[in-house]
């Protein structure tokens, strides 16, 4: 039916990856541009899934698995889309390629550990360093190094540098710190946008303390401070002095349906913050969690959770808006602020660690995709449903497993544009 | 058969500095005598590619062995066409994890070799499972979700046939007065669209309604289903009856534990399927052949009767938030009772304390309802006012925008609050609520009372499928209520295959996200008749084309295979052999696992192959002290978790062999006893982990694994051994950092124990 049309699809994130292996298992073709170095995009650096607590690794792994398998998706990291033109069953995609400055047969960072240069690790947001050679993470897609050639050309001169790209050679790894991005031009059928999301910025959130209080966190980093291969090898630790969290606070709403920030709900983080809860519970029994929220918003099936989560008498709610964040700047302490909806009281509390459940911002707010007749609504999010096929947060925020059916739903708009043309 | 075989070791990634590839080698040319044998680093690269190809040509290889890094990497550049490739794993699970130049590292790699050389010479020639198959799709269902089902499928350029038991399509759709669209500003609502759907349902020349009808039966298999589509009438009474006594019964048996297969055939009565002649079929029907089912039957309101306290029943201008979308439709809003004009409603939820989970089947829609309902109020009556009492506002996305939207209406006041009851006022009813935001208790009066009522899945107490399958005739539940079954990654994946779910009757969603759903489960109704029609195997081994086989001869109708598989696979013969039904199989091979006669194999696995493997390392005597261990392990997450401790370069014991199953519950006992009796001194299964949040992605096959080992203690004691030399662990794909402490420990139990007695028989 489908012949072999291409379904481009942008965004290697798990809707990405959903629209092209679905696609390609009907039998489209279909490439797949992700500009980061690895696919999984959000995902990969979720330390677990809501409402079930299982690693998110576990899912992608299997579709991992599929793309391995499946000579019919092609894909592209470090790619971005630079320019689409015409219409469903004829486009024209321009991609532009960076280099990743090193060759290897699939290394892995335990076999570059001498590179003499560090950059901040944005797979963990910053948390820690990481060698400017390295695997982005251990289950990364492709296994493949990626190199800073920035960071690389400062330390080029010295004897170290000159020393690791020799045991470098010695591993059958390559660097090249003068590779050039290349440009590369492609037709397909149809395209689908899946570029996804970036948590709220939240600096942007001046009363919430982030970036002033040592101990305020947001929702996303938290993610990786409970990761395994995170920061902290899944010690969840306050960032001032590495000890245990023993009572923390999860702020809800930090952003999101607030008409100065983000005016809509990003939908999935009350139910981020209950599998935080649990899961820094199953890491330190003695630990206390207390949600601050307006509305707990545990829709459809995830109700069973909620009621679970509520059963435990250490994870403590509270129907109030935190307005205010600070420390006390000798025990690092956090100090929370805001009213107590059901009460009417003032609240003011004290926590060692404070995260914040920031909302869900589409990328195409800030990113607009590079082609004509696409229209957004106030929000950034793509409303136009003819012609390029925009899924997952793209169009709305939507939790994991929704992104999956959107995405599927994208791969048979995406097979239509290929028949009857 | 007898392959021509080629060995390529990789020599690269400190491969050939830390094992002796000479020795290696020599496995391969003496022991097994391969055809070819060759070191080298970095066969994944082209030149070195090239010599593989040459080789295969010249030398007339069937098999190639890429003895180096894992299996999950250079998928595609080791792919040779027809030839068989398989990977022996040196790179994470040998140098990686062990240390070098070391002897039990040399063998762990030369088993590791042995392995898979025996595993290749075990592949046999099969031509894939092929028949004629059918590429139209059944759709069940007329709703919005049914409609946008077959719409997208037709657009894709199938045929669909659409099953609507009402005189009409759209569903409830039909009813609603005002629905959300999902578009910007976010602060309206609007007419339904469903007539335009209707319109182009019925227009579209690729689909066929059936109004007025139900699906009677379906019997055979992805790709060749037999529908048999009947006019609505009493008979759905009946059968809902007989399917409900089915359930019954099986629930009882499960209840008394018995697992045994010995069921008397009459508690069967809709589920038997076997090879008898047709049924008569006396009554007017049509009968359609499919290769895909899409389920999209919907839902109906919760009974709210039982919540007496809410005056439902009792009073007449009570009434659900159903029932007030039908008033609502009327224009200007009447008292049900009297008929006059409504001023005042407070829109409250059915929750009861008493019902496990109050809103199982209402949250997601129940707070945008009640909000839509009060405009439908304050649009028509300026004096009007609405009170919506909640216990969570919840609006998600960008349907916050409508709750600020009414948030800023005067005409409209909301609290959390739950009703306590509702009774009759001077001037109409009275309300009394707890747990508001303006103190524990109040009581309000107003005109009319919406109850919020949640949405049961259509399939709930029904008979919609009507499978003639030998496991019963619905799609079994998941612990949710719902009949997905693999909730979160591969939401459209249930337990039987080519059936596949959308709309309510998935969980309760609000129009757009029904017509989201729909047009996913239209692409893997594709994708199935497609795949089906190349021989392949869907999700979540798509493009398998390898298949069980049976060698019924031997089968002692035992009903395992039958029972165990997760997707029910198996029907039955007259004679109590199994029939297997090829397009439903998923490849998990449980079924290889469960049959105590072995007669269960694949071309490229089977109980032979595997066994062969685990009789074909070497075990040294009992006096060298170097024990020998048997990991099965699932190649879904535990073999990667593998994978992951090479590459963080964690290191366990060396004694121990991991050999990867399709999923845990493949592993047959009597590779356990294969073992024993070669004298390895413990067995361990590491698989996913099982329960209500299972993360098998054959549902149940951890679990069934588990079962199977609490029952090994006889083969044990036949072979008068220790129990604890057989463990089973469920490991999580993160958790990779407790594989060597798993190992050890386990090696730490072995120590405690003499060798086994067996070594050297």
Known sequence: MAGD????????????????????????????VEKEPYLGGRVARMNKYFPKLCPPNCGLEINFRRLRKNPDVTVYTLATVESITGAPGAYTATIKISPRYVRDHTATSKCVEDCPAEIPNDFNYGMDKVHAVRLPYEMAYPMSLVADAQALKKVEGTAEYKAFVESCKAKGIELDLDAQPETIEVKASSVVWATGWRPYDPTKLDKLGFGTCANVITNVMMERLA???????????????????????????????????????????????????????????????????????????????????????????????????TEDPKTKDVILEGEDILSGEKIRRTFDMAVLATGMQPNTSIEKIPAAGVSYDEFGFVISDQGIHATGVTKRPMDVGTCMQDATGAAVKALQDTVGR | MDHKIG?????????????DIEALSAVATGEFKVAVCKAEPYWNEPEKLAIIRNDIANESLTAVIIAGPSPRVFQQEFSFGEVITERVNLREHVVWSHPANDEDTQMLAEDYLRMGIIKTSKYVDREPFMEETDKSILVIGGGVTGMTAALEAAKAGYQVYLVEKEPRLGGWANSFHKVFTGQPPYDEIKDSPIQEKIKAVNDHDKIKVFTGNRVFSISGAPGMFDVIIRPDGPWIEKLVKEQNEWLAAKKAKEAAGGEEAETPKT??????????????????????????????????????????????????DVVTSVEFEEIATKGKISRPSDGKPVNSIAFVEAIDDEVKHPLQYASSVGSLVALKQAHYLRSTNPEGKAFIFYENMRTPGQYEKFYQTMQDDPGVFMSRGVPVAVGNGTAGLTVELKDTLLGEQMKIGVDMVVISTGMVPATKDSAILNLKYRQGPFLPENPYGFTDSHFICFPYETQRTGIYVAGCVRMPLDFQSCELDAAGAALKAIQCVELVAQGKAVHPRAGDQSYPELMITRCTQCKRCTEECPFGMYDEKPDGTPLPNPTRCRRCAICMGSCPERIISFRDHSVDMIGSMVKGMHVPDEYSEKPRVVVFVCENDAYPAVDMAGINRLQYSSFVRFIPLRCLGNINMVWIAD????????????????????????????????????????????????SERIEVHQLSIDEYHRIPEIVDAFMETLSGFDPNPYKGF
């Open chain 2, 675 to 722: 073992a024993l009796s070669k004298g390895i001194d413990g067995i361990m299964l590491i698989g996913c982990k099982y329960g209500d949040d299972y993360q098998c992605h054959f549902v149940k096959g951890s679990e069934l694994a588990q079962y199977r080992m609490s029952k090994i203690s006889e083969t044990l004691q036949r072979l008068v051994l220790e």
């Open chain 1, 5 to 32: 049309k291409t379904v481009l699809v942008v965004g290697g994130g798990i809707s990405g990856i959903t629209a092209a292996l679905e696609a390609a298992e009907a039998g489209c073709k279909a490439i797949l």
């Open chain 1, 227 to 325: 990761a395994a291969n995170g920061p902290t090898k899944g010690e969840i630790v306050r960032p001032s002095d590495g000890k245990k969290v023993n009572n923390v606070a999860f702020v809800q709403c930090a952003g999101s349906r607030d008409r100065n920030h983000l005016p809509y709900c990003s939908s999935i983080c009350c139910l981020a913050s209950l599998k935080q809860a649990v899961y820094v519970r199953e890491y330190n029994p003695d630990a206390r969690a207390h949600i601050f929220y307006i509305d707990l918003r545990a829709y459809g099936r995830f109700e069973f959770f909620y009621e679970k989560v509520r059963e435990d008498e250490n994870i403590l709610f509270t129907k109030g808006k935190i307005v205010n964040i």
């Open chain 2, 267 to 316: 508690a069967e009565p809709a589920a038997a399927a076997e090879e008898e002649p047709p049924e008569e079929i006396d009554f007017a029907h049509e009968t359609v052949r499919v290769g895909a089912i899409i389920l999209a039957a919907g839902w109906r309101p919760e009974d709210v009767s039982n919540r007496k306290n809410l005056g439902y029943g009792q009073y007449p």
């Open chain 2, 7 to 19: 060995v390529y070791i990789d020599t690269g990634y400190g491969i050939g500095e830390a094992l």
